[in-house]
């Protein structure tokens, strides 16, 4: 843990360590309807929706020339991971221009996949439903990669997070402390069942 990093890049990226202690409050006094099912539910569509995200994330390492193969998968990870460490912006030098306006589009198109499961539900619940949703999708793409490539090292592997609207950069530990605070405020502020 000696590379440890408090703080993720831009500045502003670390507010979302608020979002978990506002659902609470806002769940707190008035508890999301959430049945079991439901809740079942939309887990298998967002953490299969992770292990796709997981896997289009390597399927533009190899388009991009950072992961060969199988055979040289895991240096090539290694070596964009030190990248990452060294330099916040060297991934965008890896993404040629049309690549990574593709890649922009794909995460607004990500973002509102999500934003389509949640909408569905009565107005109350959406928030706590989206936000279980985009929580465990980030879990299943995290737990995608580690199955597929043995990435990420460690907590403290650098990651890009998001493209939109600009580089969010940090270690890997800062979105999957976000993701499970916000599984568990959601856990534990739903009422257990749908009031007629």
Known sequence: MGNFKLLAHPW???LLLLVPLVAYFLFRREKPQLTSRELLTSAMFALSFGFVEGAVAIYLGVAVGLLSGHAGLLANVARLS???????SQPLNYLPPALLRIEVFREAASMLILLSVAIEQKRGERFAVFLWIFALWDIGYYAALW?????????????VLFFIPVLWTSQVWFPILISIL????VL?????????
């Open 12 to 14: 502003w990226v670390n």
């Open 147 to 159: 199955t597929m490539i043995r990435w990420p090292y460690s907590p403290t592997s650098p990651d």
């Open 188 to 196: 534990l502020t739903r009422h257990r069942g749908r009031m007629t």
């Open 182 to 185: 916000t599984v568990a405020v």
């Open 82 to 88: 030190a990248d990452l460490h060294g330099q916040q």
